[in-house]
């Protein structure tokens, strides 16, 4: 990568949370970085206060004139799958003559470094990357690492370390883009299907996975429930709370409001662990990210210490309010499986307790695909508030709405609400454990429902 250190980068979708983490790496590694992005958020506000220029339009006049005035071989346009081949900043590029790559093909390039930990996972791998990349920092192994999230801990998405000895990267498989990626070591969390707008069948999807599998010539420590899938590849080791063999969880249990735990991986017994983010399946992924942490050099006891320091990931299972009388969470859950996580967690961290979830659906396809199973998922809390469907880069589907969903879901205490409507429907219902769930625009809403229910819990 160092040839790449003098180049211009150009990103088109510099907002996105994988977009923005290439940015950064760039700029620390001495590039000129620039780009483009539908709408200002928190991310850009951080980019641009790192002195990366962003531009919300798509008028080409508004370029930096050192991109622009570049010669075209200097410059490295690099575009997410989201942006639309119309685009005429794209268009600008292509005419212009400037080298233009998919965003998972640059982080294949960085991942050619050093080595490299690949996290996939239809759910479950920003919370494994992130612990990962927080244990190895806390454990003194020195990483870079580039998250799907925003790391609590340290209030970005993006780890950089010039000594780093290994580079922590969460895999996607939208698009295919983990297949650009050269791992030395993977993990798969889930494979649950999804995405079936990209690979038409679970099978492809599968077939995707075996792919990603085997470009890791190291471990492959992959969730026993799909381990199956995996047993051509030399170095796989299959993980579970309840795993007959190791690496396992064992006596998982709640005390004082946090998950306690006995963890036996990699040769070793470590007793009574405090994992500091809260739900049940973040054992789960504590157990996969402490295997791989103590195999690449992470004592036992600085494992301890970093699982019990680590405080999650941004819209993971996210505790917004702890109050006597009110509980909200959010979460990024936005499959079936996820919100099943999501709602069992919050059920066995406050029993007893009513549930009331807010669900925005993303993609009018996924929609379509897992009606039934969100359906039933959905009807396993007391109250349901649906809003309407994010479309992300999808356009409407005759016949797929929130409506359509709401009908099926089987629980009486249901509603739907619009987005401007949502804190009158919160101000009738009082709850008492409040969960935000979905990966559209929901998290937009979430700081206006925090400032609600604390003025309801003042005393």
Known sequence: MSMLSGHRFYFIGIGGIGMSGLARYFRRRGAQVAGYDRTPSELTNQLQSEGIEVQFSESTALIPAEFSQAAPEEVMVVRTPAVPVTSPLLKYWEERGARILKRAEVLGMVTEDRPTVAVAGTHGKTTVSTMLAHLLTAGGVKCNAFLGGIAVNYGTNVLLNDDAVVNVVEADEYDRSFLRLHPSESIITAMDPDHLDIYGTPEAMFAAYTEFAALSKGMLLVHQRVASHFSEHPGAVGYALDNAGTPRAENVRVEAGRYVFDLISEGQTLRDLHLGMPGRHNVENALAAATMALRLGVTAEALRAGLASFKGVSRRFEVRVQGPKVVFIDDYAHHP???????????????????????????????????????????????????????????????????????????????????????DVLRERRPEVLLTMGAGDIDRLVPSIERLLNEHVRP
């Open 337 to 423: 499986k996820e919100l099943e996580a999501c709602i069992g967690s919050a059920r066995e961290l406050h029993p007893g307790n009513r549930i009331t979830g807010i669900f925005q659906p993303h993609l009018f396809s996924r929609t379509r695909d897992l009606a039934s199973d969100f359906a039933r998922v959905l009807a396993t809390m007391d109250e349901l508030i649906l809003l309407d469907i994010y479309p992300a880069r999808e356009e409407p589907m005759p016949g797929i709405t929130s409506q359509w969903l709401l009908e099926q879901v089987p629980m009486q205490n249901k509603v739907l609400s619009s987005k401007d409507g949502l804190l």
